[in-house]
């Protein structure tokens, strides 16, 4: 696969479980090889497939975790 | 629930302030409020996706082999029970553990440790309400592939799938639990600690259970609406911490008037003047007393009959601390001291007293 990489600024996250959650809902999106969620920063790093999944895709997977983000980057 | 605790931990001859002291209930009763608010919330963000996947994963394994199984109130409610009873055996072990750790830590540094648990609770609250930390630096992660092996586990179906999941939870602590996690360390004695757990954990399963008899999941968005409450109960239990380590390291102790109760014996200028103080479970009597400057002093501390922290004697400004034993006084000699005030605490910062030295 090509992997793809993209960073999105996450906001309302107040503990690690909120980064735990944020990469899981990732995760189960196929196509997506490894999400890393740093709570001190704020960030979600996200390797993946370009052919298969969209930016916007990884957006409505941190909102189903229950957060807002935007793409940075 | 809370008055079975206290009785259980009492019999099992708890030795701390956390029981023995006459707002145990009401510390435990924050904890459990903590569990039942924003704790739950906050657990569910991970390990309610857990048990949710765990629950479905069952449910296509029953489907399997016949109908019916999956749709029953069982079928859902008998995971969720054996992930709770896993997940509070678990907490309440760890809570052993941390506050064994804290009982081994020197009784001079546990001044400061009640101190950094204070702060760190105080973070956690800020944190709650969305300010950023340096708290958020030090939060452990649990390593990638042990996340991976969790959430895979989860999704197995296997029949002992959700104990294993509950138990696994304390790899994937929130931040509240984290807090509450310090609060063991600091109780300074395994059964508190344990009960620190317990209670937490016990707060936290009505959410879980709720999950299991799928009635709903609130989510971060129903989180959100009770973080508030979270960082007000985190806060309040901090202030009780925060006071009782300022008491251990001899800050800010209580002033007040002498009692007048204090069997003061000033026999000849040479002679030591003493004073008998008694530990009681729930402080020192008299608490207050005044003896005179520039003469010895003999000081006599008895035990409690009862297991408590009073049984250990800090005085903060002297840099000395005594363990009480029950049926022997201990006699303390001290030289003449200056003018002014000597503060004395107990080992666990809850309970102090203090001597004025009259001019």
Sequence with gaps: MSATVARFKVQGMHCQSCATSVDWEIEDIDGVADAKTSLAAGLTEVSFDGAKVKPADLLAAIQRAGFTAEPIG | MLGALLWLGRQLGFSGEWLAGPDAAARLGLIFLTGLTVGGLSCMAVQGGLLASTI??????????????????????????????????????????????????????????????????????????GLQTLVARLMPVAPKRLQRYIRGRSRRGDRWGPAAL???????????????????VASGDALAGALVMLAFTLGTAPLFLALGLAIGRLGQAGGRAFRPVAALLMAAIAVFTLRSGMRLLGWNLERGPAAGSAVVSPIASLQPQELTIQAEPTGYRPARASLAAGRPIRLKLVASERPS???????????????????????????????????????????????????
């Design chain 2, 166 to 184: 509950g138990a696994l939870t304390v790899f994937l602590p929130c931040g509240i639990t984290l807090a509450m996690e310090a609060v063991a």
């Design chain 2, 56 to 129: 479905a994963s069952r449910a296509v394994t029953a489907g399997d082999h016949g109908p019916g199984v999956a749709a029953s109130r069982r079928g859902t409610v008998l995971p969720a029970a054996q992930f709770l009873i896993a997940k509070t055996a678990a907490y309440t072990l760890l809570g052993a553990v941390l506050g064994a750790v804290g009982a081994r830590i020197p009784l001079r540094l546990q001044g400061w440790l009640l101190l950094a648990a204070a702060l760190f609770m105080l973070a956690m609250a800020a944190q709650t309400l």
């Design chain 2, 309 to 359: 922290c009073t049984n250990a004697v800090v005085f903060p400004g002297l840099q000395r601390e005594f363990q009480l034993l029950p049926g022997r006084p201990t006699l303390v000699d001290l030289p003449p001291q200056p003018p002014g005030k000597l503060a004395f605490v107990c080992g666990m910062g809850m309970y102090s007293g203090a001597i004025d030295i009259l001019p």
